[in-house]
């Protein structure tokens, strides 16, 4: 399985982006995917998760602000990000997990700041 991650930039306070993420392959309604983030100094950390049936989870600090939603059609999971603060400053990973494999993508670096 290979993700490719998109949508990270620049962006000030209270902003919005959209992190999409493709994967390849021909299973991806079966993947459990989401969203992970890494801030310098600090391990990486589970953002949102989607699973096969649509239901998803988020951490407590994103929760109200972040959306994740799939669209299996286009193999594609998305991370619409808003009301953006500085703490949420790190590079977001996409992950699939499939039967206990986990795959990562390369990443994207999102930056508040004004």
């Known amino acids: 399985v290979q993700l490719q991650a998109s949508g990270g930039g620049l962006v000030q306070p209270g902003g919005s982006l959209r992190l999409s993420c493709a994967a390849s392959?021909?299973?991806?309604?079966?993947?459990?995917m989401g969203w992970y983030r890494q801030a310098p100094g600090k391990e990486r950390e589970l953002v949102a998760r989607?699973?096969?049936?649509?239901?998803?989870n988020y951490a407590d600090s994103v929760k109200g602000r972040f959306t994740i939603s799939r669209d299996n059609a286009k193999n594609t999971v998305y991370l619409q990000m808003n009301s953006l603060k500085p703490e949420d400053t790190a590079v977001y990973y996409c992950?699939?997990?499939?039967?206990?494999?986990?795959?990562w993508g390369q990443g994207t670096q999102v930056t508040v700041s004004s």
């Open positions: 989607i699973t096969v049936g649509h239901n998803t």
């Open positions: 392959g021909s299973a991806f309604s079966f993947y459990v």
């Open positions: 992950n699939a997990l499939q039967i206990g494999v986990n795959y």
